[in-house]
């Protein structure tokens, strides 16, 4: 099992949740976060007085997957969240060792299907 978190812009949210559900991913966690890389925040000028705005808004997903369709994820996330200017975001991968979903004890793929 794979989990893929991914950090997009949060107007692409929805966009890429519709486009993983047409793939088959079931389940999905979202995360409101702020951030920053490369685009290091921005100003902005209020009553008169300019602020440094560090953070940006991100949305950050979470989805924990069967080996075989990470390439698939992986594309589709991509594909869907470019917009082609800075601040797309980034995806991750790690391993997951074990799942276990609580209401029934399945473990491993069952319990994420």
């Known amino acids: 099992m794979k989990k893929v978190e991914a950090v997009l812009k949060p107007f692409k949210l929805d966009e890429v949740k519709e486009a993983l559900h047409e793939i088959g991913v079931q389940g999905i966690t979202v995360i409101e976060a702020k951030g920053f890389g490369r685009q290091k925040g921005h100003t902005e000028l209020y009553r008169g007085s300019e602020y440094v705005i ?4 991100k949305s950050k997903i979470e989805i924990v997957i069967e080996d075989h369709m990470l390439e698939r994820v992986i594309e589709v996330i991509a594909q869907t969240a470019q917009t082609g200017r800075i601040g797309d975001g980034k995806i991750f991968v790690t391993e997951i060792l074990d799942a276990v979903r609580i209401r029934t004890g399945e ?3 069952d319990a994420i299907k």
């Open 107 to 109: 473990r491993g793929d």
């Open 54 to 57: 560090d953070f940006l808004p």
